[in-house]
């Protein structure tokens, strides 16, 4: 399947707000109550897409997550890359898990949320896997609010003649 194939089966889907097309790399902007489906909908078109990571970003008034996969990995020159962006307002920090979907998911949904706060509904083990057990509750080393590990890090140095 080609790029514009692969864009052609999301063009006019409900929730979808954004495409954007580089060469061989996609980015889908979705809105949350849809993102699960576009992640589904990567599987319907490749059964063994690959489900390469989650990154996320703290934008202020929202968290930005973008889940990242590959298409036609064994195809010589033509893999393509495409991301699923979804902006999460900071005041209702939650997803639906995709781990039901790609198990390899439940890694990057373990950090999103130690990381950044993000609630990962349905997941099937929300335990601590970055973090140590005292890291302090509701500090998110990712985030650059109030939540953010600010207070933390102006400690590190308390006492030091460089600091």
């Known amino acids: 399947m080609k790029v514009d194939e692969i864009i052609g089966r999301f063009e006019g889907k409900d929730g979808l707000k954004n495409v954007e097309k580089r060469g061989r790399r996609v980015w889908l902007t979705v809105d949350r109550e849809s993102f699960k489906d576009f992640v589904e909908e990567v599987y319907e078109i490749q059964e063994d897409a690959h489900f390469s990571v989650c990154t996320g970003t703290d934008l202020g008034e929202s968290v930005e997550l973008i889940y990242y996969f590959s298409l036609n990995f064994r195809e010589r020159h033509g893999e393509i890359y495409l991301g699923i962006r979804v902006s999460l307002p900071k005041d209702d920090l939650k997803i ?36 140590d057990e005292d890291f302090p509750e509701e500090t998110y080393p990712w985030r650059r609010d109030e939540k953010g590990p600010d207070e933390i890090t102006k400690d590190f140095h308390e006492g030091d003649e460089n600091g």
């Open 96 to 131: 639906q898990t995709i781990t039901d979907v790609v198990k390899g998911a439940q890694i990057s949904e373990r950090e999103i949320q130690e990381m950044l706060g993000v609630k990962v509904e349905g997941t099937p083990d929300a335990r601590r896997l970055f973090l």
